[in-house]
């Protein structure tokens, strides 16, 4: 299998659930990224992981936890979220003049 | 947070038409990528301009960068129903992309 794979592609979740988000590349790329896509908002960088290490947390909530085991995979836990946090979660892997190659997204609905 | 600013926001043609999508920002990007995504999919790459004044062609599609390395514009000859979707703009800086909030583009058959 080639490119960036993301499991599951649709989630339905309650406020009091614990889920994860899966991200696989196979491009043999060392930077992976999480990315949050809403309606008519531009795409909002979440983590940056290059070479494993997290080097980028723009922010975002405690109820979001990355975890990049290796650099061909990366995950996105998710606790206690909230009706606002649904949107579709894109990971991304890039190559040199940042170039990203992003997975098919998991579009996520919280209740 | 570096802003693009993409215009227009939506752009709806008939088949055979031609269009021009711009995006422009005040800051200077080492890089610029134009994405295309469609409902219920990533993003896809369709080219990354990295020097002022550059001119790409891919098939029907013409990308510009800008001499200050500010903006950029993506221009689709006779285009195509194929065409549909949402483009993208994204700045490059450092190991980091910002993105406009893209063009909806419909052609219409």
């Known amino acids: 299998e080639t490119g960036v794979t993301q499991t599951p592609r649709h989630l339905v979740m309650g406020m009091t659930n614990k889920k994860s988000l899966k991200c696989e590349q196979h491009l043999g790329h060392n930077a992976m990224y999480w990315y949050k896509q809403s309606a008519k908002k531009p795409l909002e960088l979440m983590f940056v992981y290059n070479f494993k290490e997290q080097t980028e947390n723009n922010s975002v909530p405690s109820r979001f936890s990355p975890e990049c085991p290796n650099s061909s995979h990366l995950f996105l836990h998710l606790h206690t979220l909230q009706p606002e946090d649904s949107a579709l979660y894109l990971c991304?892997?890039?190559?040199?003049?940042?170039?990203?190659?992003f997975g098919p997204g998991t579009r996520l609905t919280v209740l | 947070t570096q802003l693009l600013e993409q215009s227009p926001q939506f752009l709806s043609i008939q088949e055979g038409e031609n269009l021009t999508v711009y995006c422009n920002s005040s800051?200077?990007?080492?890089?610029l990528q134009w994405y295309r995504q469609e409902p219920g999919e990533g993003p896809v790459l369709l080219v990354t301009v990295v020097t002022g004044g550059e001119v790409k062609k891919l098939k029907r599609l013409t990308f510009q960068f800008g001499d200050a390395r500010k903006d950029s514009s993506l221009h689709i000859t006779a285009a195509q129903p194929g065409d549909t979707g949402l483009y993208l703009c994204a700045g490059a800086d450092d190991y980091k992309l910002s993105f406009g909030a893209g063009t909806t583009v419909t052609v219409r058959a």
């Open positions: 800051s200077v990007f080492s890089s």
């Open positions: 991304a892997s890039g190559v040199g003049y940042n170039e990203q190659f």
